[in-house]
């Protein structure tokens, strides 16, 4: 089945903060979720990736408190959730440790925070490897700016973000999340370098769409193999005498390739070739080749099955399947791994026919119900009166 986007999100949380508050919220805060469509497990290796900010996003009406104190309620959950900027704690997995952990993460970095009341919804998928949490973080984030009065920074906040991910929630994840969510561009792609923080929007064809393929599998970063790999990256970085795999380079990488044992290098096969993908299909899409481009996804898959080994046999089907449709130019999955979301570029036109094949070849295949989401490229986070 595919996922229809018809209803209006930013009137939705404002009536929720009505019944939940009283009154208007102050400000109405859009964060988008995201879709990598080549670069995964480079950027906490300091490396490239290229991620577009997707129309599917986390929502935040605010309105400051004038007090110490943050409530905020979720339209999605129906719970509510309280806490103290002065005594901020971690309770337990529950989702506003999301916040709190924003908050926590901006106090480390001295700025002065202040109170306020909001209702948080989105359509992100969670778990789907589509970044709600990153989407989140950096709306509570510019909640924080605005309330607090202090400068919104499209590269400090997501700094913040990734702080929060690791020293809050305890997922050691990088920074292309809540990058991409602070500064995407519509009809645009994103090339970050991960260690200088260079941008560069790279324009997306107009003729291709960007299906995500939900496999209907779940993961979280914390309860999956995510840090483990990173652990890994860092045990074959240190082999090599660099802080980070973004300094080996394919040619060191097989010279040495039999002083790390097997695991190791072929995490670090992934890594150092994947960086290399990623700026081959920046190259690919500037002169208009979707046919290279569509290929280098292909062969990301491939490594991330096969060397990083985060896939999951669902998965495999949903790309394999994808891979082989007409209207395809390339597929693979995205995100953490470990279930979640493979991405694929449509030809416009054919859309429909091919979420209808895969769907029900998938579904014959795995017993899993899969949802399409046809996704455009984005801007970032955004702001608006309520």
């Not at 991330?304 to 209207?327: G, I």
């Not at 390339?330 to 470990?338: H, L, S, W």
């Not at 991405?343 to 895969?358: K, N, P």
């Given at each position: 089945?595919?996922?229809?986007?018809?209803?209006?999100?930013?009137?939705?949380v404002?009536?929720?903060?009505?019944?939940?508050?009283?009154?208007?919220?102050?400000?109405?805060?859009?964060?988008?979720?995201?879709?990598?469509?080549?670069?995964?497990h480079?950027?906490?290796n300091?490396?490239?990736?290229?991620?577009?900010?997707?129309?599917r996003?986390?929502?935040?009406?605010?309105r400051p408190?004038?007090?110490r104190?943050?409530?905020?309620?979720?339209a999605?959950?129906?719970?509510?959730?309280?806490?103290?900027?002065?005594?901020?704690?971690?309770?337990?997995s529950?989702?506003?440790?999301?916040?709190?952990g924003?908050?926590?993460?901006?106090s480390?970095?001295g700025?002065?925070?202040?109170?306020?009341d909001?209702?948080?919804?989105?359509?992100?998928?969670?778990?789907?490897?589509?970044?709600s949490?990153?989407?989140?973080?950096m709306?509570v984030?510019?909640?924080?700016?605005?309330?607090?009065?202090?400068?919104?920074?499209?590269?400090?906040?997501?700094?913040?973000g990734?702080?929060?991910?690791?020293?809050w929630?305890?997922?050691?994840?990088?920074?292309?999340d809540?990058?991409?969510?602070?500064?995407?561009?519509?009809?645009?792609?994103?090339?970050?370098?991960?260690?200088?923080?260079a941008?560069?929007?790279?324009?997306?064809?107009?003729?291709?769409a960007?299906?995500?393929?939900?496999?209907?599998?779940?993961?979280?970063?914390?309860?999956?193999?995510?840090?483990?790999?990173?652990e890994q990256c860092?045990?074959?970085?240190?082999?090599?005498?660099?802080?980070?795999?973004?300094?080996?380079?394919?040619?060191?990488?097989?010279a040495?390739?039999?002083?790390?044992?097997?695991?190791?290098?072929?995490?670090?096969?992934?890594?150092?070739?994947?960086?290399?993908?990623v700026?081959?299909a920046?190259?690919?899409?500037?002169?208009?080749?979707?046919?290279?481009f569509?290929?280098?996804?292909?062969?990301?898959?491939v490594s991330?099955?096969?060397?990083?080994?985060?896939?999951?046999?669902?998965?495999?089907?949903?790309?394999?399947?994808?891979?082989?449709?007409?209207?395809c130019a390339?597929?693979?999955?995205?995100?953490?791994?470990?279930g979640?979301?493979?991405?694929?570029?449509?030809?416009?036109?054919?859309?429909?026919?091919?979420?209808?094949?895969?769907?029900?070849a998938?579904?014959?295949?795995?017993?899993?119900?899969?949802v399409f989401?046809?996704?455009?490229a984005a801007?970032?986070?955004g702001?608006?009166?309520?």
């Open positions: 089945m595919s996922n229809s986007q018809k209803i209006d999100q930013r009137s939705v404002i009536k929720h903060f009505s019944a939940q508050f009283g009154g208007e919220p102050v400000y109405v805060i859009r964060a988008p979720g995201r879709v990598n469509l080549i670069g995964d480079t950027d906490y300091d490396g490239f990736v290229m991620p577009m900010a997707i129309d996003a986390i929502w935040l009406a605010v408190n004038n007090t104190t943050v409530t905020v309620h979720s999605d959950f129906g719970d509510t959730a309280v806490f103290n900027l002065d005594a901020l704690e971690r309770i337990d529950h989702w506003s440790e999301y916040v709190k924003t908050a926590w993460a901006l480390e970095r700025y002065a925070l202040a109170g306020w909001g209702v948080v919804t989105g359509n992100i998928p969670p778990g789907a490897g589509l970044s949490s990153a989407a989140l973080e709306a984030a510019k909640a924080f700016a605005l309330v607090s009065g202090f400068a919104w920074d499209g590269i400090i906040m997501p700094q913040v990734q702080q929060a991910e690791n020293g929630m305890g997922a050691n994840t990088g920074i292309m809540q990058t991409i969510s602070a500064n995407g561009k519509a009809g645009h792609a994103l090339l970050l370098d991960c260690r200088t923080m941008m560069t929007h790279v324009r997306l064809p107009s003729d291709y960007v299906v995500i393929l939900d496999t209907g599998t779940r993961h979280q970063h914390t309860e999956s193999g995510y840090n483990e790999r990173r860092e045990t074959a970085a240190q082999h090599f005498g660099v802080s980070h795999l973004r300094d080996v380079g394919v040619s060191e990488l097989q040495q390739a039999d002083q790390l044992d097997k695991t190791t290098h072929k995490r670090a096969r992934h890594v150092v070739t994947e960086n290399a993908r700026l081959q920046v190259g690919a899409l500037l002169i208009g080749d979707i046919g290279t569509g290929r280098l996804m292909n062969a990301s898959h991330l099955r096969d060397d990083f080994e985060n896939s999951m046999p669902a998965m495999d089907v949903m790309v394999a399947l994808a891979q082989a449709h007409e209207a390339g597929a693979r999955m995205t995100g953490g791994g470990f979640g979301a493979a991405v694929a570029l449509v030809a416009a036109g054919q859309v429909e026919d091919f979420i209808r094949d895969i769907a029900t998938y579904r014959e295949q795995t017993d899993y119900d899969a989401y046809v996704c455009q801007e970032g986070v702001v608006g009166a309520g």
